[in-house]
């Protein structure tokens, strides 16, 4: 790592500290604060003893890292959470659940579909049509909102964690539908698997998600389990030219799913991970202010949209904000965790590994 990184993680910390402390009541005692939650997401090779040091110097506290499972990862990954241990930080774990390569190549018909709005097709250059017999597909979101594929993601979670250490906690991320759930083509519209008649897995209730975490809790009894959840669409995303292209997602379902789906995770998770990465969702926009202003908006939405929508308020004192530490600058990173801090969440977790969100349409055939 160089020393020019070494000093921007220090800077970083800094600006964190002093959001925070701004953040607190002016009539409650420094000690009686909360430790923020200080972290960092990184793949296993992205694990390096000097990364580390530098890491921790500049005040960070736990590394979440990012499993993939596969046989060429799994003695990296190893090796990486022993650097970890040894360097005296928190391991955690981060594991991506419906976004997966694997269980879609193998059980394509598990996959969430697109059957309503056709906006998604002005994302493509060619994008199929199905015809009677035919479905599409968004390769490789398989969610945990039908039967099987909630088995299945949950044996995968399993293998994943074997024959690794007791880490003290565990992000679980994508609970929700996949990207553009009912065909508007914006990220943020994923309340559902399937939004249309063709079924080819057996739908599941609104509290999937919150049994899946419970699921997750009993294999690591002694482990944290933090469930990361991602923000719907908002208003202006309706105009033509907007992520929804037109299409009336935010007075439509996609809140009030979301809603139902949330309560029953929050009431059982006391902290919740909130998907953050401005950029990577274009979210970098005049219309929110300062530089990654969006996470003000996204935070606060924890509290407003649910009570809206006949769910209870999320305190931010109860999110740790995700924010991406990929493809940005280091000012960018600095501008986002003294965004969240000021915000009033609980902690970040800066992601330098990727947290792919992309996908492609895939015909199936489904009769």
């Not at 996204?298 to 305190?315: C, E, L, N, R, Y």
């Not at 990173?333 to 970040?348: H, K, T």
Request: hydrophobic share 40%; proline share 7%.
């Amino acid at each position: 790592m160089t020393t020019r990184t070494r000093l921007t993680l220090l800077f970083v910390c800094v600006v964190a500290a002093h959001s925070a402390q701004q953040a607190a009541p002016a009539d409650e005692p420094a000690q009686q604060q909360a430790e923020p939650f200080r972290g960092a997401l990184l793949s296993a090779d992205q694990v390096s003893p000097s990364r580390l040091s530098a890491l921790q110097a500049a005040g960070i506290q736990a590394i979440a890292l990012q499993l993939r499972g596969d046989p060429d990862s799994r003695i990296t990954e190893r090796q990486a959470c022993e650097r970890i241990q040894q360097s005296n930080l928190a391991l955690y774990y981060w594991i991506e659940v419906a976004r997966c390569p694997e269980l879609a190549d193998a059980q394509p018909a598990w996959m969430a579909s697109l059957q309503g709005h056709s906006e998604w097709r002005r994302l493509f250059e060619s994008p199929p049509t199905p015809r009677d017999d035919e479905v599409v597909k968004t390769y490789p979101w398989v969610p945990i909102l039908n039967e099987e594929p909630f088995q299945g993601q949950l044996r995968r979670v399993q293998k994943l964690l074997e024959d690794r250490p007791q880490p003290k906690g565990v992000f679980l991320n994508d609970l929700q539908g996949s990207p553009s759930a009912c065909g508007c083509g914006n990220h943020f519209c994923r309340w559902t698997a399937d939004y249309g008649k063709i079924r080819t897995a057996t739908p599941l209730n609104n509290d999937a998600p919150a049994a899946f975490v419970a699921a997750v809790e009993k294999l690591l009894p002694q482990s944290t389990v933090v469930p990361v959840w991602t923000t719907e669409c908002e208003e202006h995303d309706g105009a033509k030219d907007g992520l929804c292209a037109g299409v009336g997602c935010f007075k439509g379902i996609c809140w009030k799913a979301y809603t139902q789906q949330l309560m029953p995770v929050a009431k059982r998770s006391p902290m919740l991970g909130v998907l953050l990465t401005y950029r990577e969702f274009q979210r970098d926009l005049p219309i929110y202010g300062q530089q990654a202003g969006w996470i003000t908006h996204a935070v606060k939405s924890f509290q407003t949209m649910p009570a809206i929508h006949d769910g209870d308020p999320i305190p931010s004192s109860r999110l740790i904000a995700v924010l991406q530490g990929w493809d940005v600058t280091d000012e960018q990173v600095a501008s986002q965790i003294d965004v969240a801090s000021s915000a009033g969440v609980a902690g970040y977790l800066v992601a330098y590994a990727k947290i792919e969100q992309d996908w492609q349409p895939r015909i199936l055939k489904w009769k």
